[in-house]
């Protein structure tokens, strides 16, 4: 909570670098262990390979860990959420489906805003860093309900081609 406090108020400039999304997305689960395992819920990864974007590997770390603990938050104990990486010739996109009750019609853009959040002693943060980060790198976020339930967040990122990587 005070990390995405502490990330709203700040002015701090991104450190820009040539970043792996499969890396970003290995350090974000590393990251939400602990709060999964609180929860009782699990997570089903497919399998990841390397996709690079440019940006700052930090902040689209802690957007990403955000949308994960979004997930989790939302999925019930004993349950799991999924995450994707897919890429096509113009964007890297992370997807992260849940199983909770998905997004409540009208509230899709208000969910990424300041300050409002739906649960009990939340700051509303957590989706409105995710998109500011995004969207200062260029990408963009979408949200949608799923057919069986639940809810599907796409980051989407532009890509770099490996060579332009290294």
Aim: net charge neutral; proline share 5%; glycine share 8%.
């Amino acid at each position: 909570m005070s990390e995405n406090l502490r990330f709203f108020t700040s002015r701090k400039h991104p450190v820009w670098a040539p970043i792996d999304i499969a890396e970003v997305v290995q350090e974000s689960l590393k990251r939400v262990r602990a709060y999964q395992a609180r929860r009782n819920v699990h997570v089903r990864c497919d399998p990841l390979t390397s996709v690079f974007a440019y940006g700052d590997q930090e902040w689209i770390t802690m957007a990403v860990t955000n949308l994960l603990e979004n997930a989790i938050e939302h999925t019930p104990s004993e349950s799991h959420y999924r995450v994707t990486v897919d890429v096509d010739s113009r964007k890297t996109r992370v997807l992260v489906e849940d199983q909770g009750p998905g997004i409540t019609p009208g509230s899709e853009y208000q969910i990424f805003k300041p300050f409002y959040t739906t649960q009990p002693g939340a700051t509303g943060l957590g989706l409105a860093n995710v998109r500011r980060v995004i969207e200062i790198h260029g990408g963009g976020i979408q949200v949608a309900n799923m057919e069986h339930g639940g809810a599907l967040f796409i980051l989407k990122l532009p890509r770099i081609q490996a060579q332009q990587a290294a």
